[in-house]
T-cell receptor, first 112, second 108 residues
């Protein structure tokens, strides 16, 4: 079964600074990968998904971008963080006929 | 507007009590998933239901998919503190969408 790694676990960044969050996957090849953001204790907002290397689909216009430089690596970036970028960021791998999501441990981002 | 509406938003019960949380939509889903998330962690898949009227049991948890495949419920029997968490439902129309979740607190 697949294992999703995310780092860092927590991050505190000033407004206007850049961002790079990394997600790597083990135990599967050519996975569908997803980035979600979660407000405190609430549901998940899909930000980006990727079906292969270099293929990125954006779900909402925002201050963020994503890249997939390798089959099992998915990166979330920003050139200049906003206060509204604070949140819990989750990387996930989709599996099976029903696209069941397997999540990483998440990154808690606080923008000050 | 949420594609999937979950209710209640919060639920606090005593250990040993039963509880039910609901997931409703006006859309028809080919499948519906339930996840549980503990604070500071990623959600974990509990079950996927795919057939209208389907009932699945996972120990003390019972999941039901509505006949029309527009709604689902999760029933927990004799809740324990370990059942505490955020319960999320997710369904796919043209993409997978998550409800806002129900926060369940089971007091010892």
């Amino acid at each position: 079964s697949q294992t999703i790694h995310q780092w860092p676990a927590t991050l505190v960044q000033p407004v206007g600074s850049p961002l790079s969050l990394e997600c790597t996957v083990e135990g599967t090849s050519n996975p569908n990968l997803y980035w979600y953001r979660q407000a405190a204790g609430r549901g998940l907002q899909l930000l980006f998904y990727s079906v292969g290397i270099g293929q990125i689909s954006s779900e909402v216009p925002q201050n963020l971008s994503a890249s997939r430089p390798q089959d099992r690596q998915f990166i979330l970036s920003s050139k200049k963080l906003l206060l509204s970028d604070s949140g819990f960021y989750l990387c996930a791998c989709g599996a099976g006929v029903y696209n069941e999501q397997f999540f990483g441990p998440g990154t808690r981002l606080t923008v000050l | 507007t949420q594609l999937l509406e979950q209710s209640p938003q919060f639920l606090s019960i005593q250990e040993g009590e039963n509880l039910t949380v609901y997931c409703n939509s006006s859309s028809v889903f080919s499948s519906l998933q339930w996840y549980r998330q503990e604070p500071g962690e990623g959600p974990v898949l509990l079950v996927t239901v795919v057939t209208g009227g389907e009932v699945k049991k996972l120990k003390r948890l019972t999941f039901q998919f509505g006949d029309a495949r527009k709604d689902s419920s999760l029933h927990i029997t004799a809740a324990q503190p370990g059942d505490t968490g955020l319960y999320l439902c997710a369904g796919e129309v043209y993409k997978l969408s998550f409800g806002a979740g129900t926060t369940v607190t089971v007091r010892a």
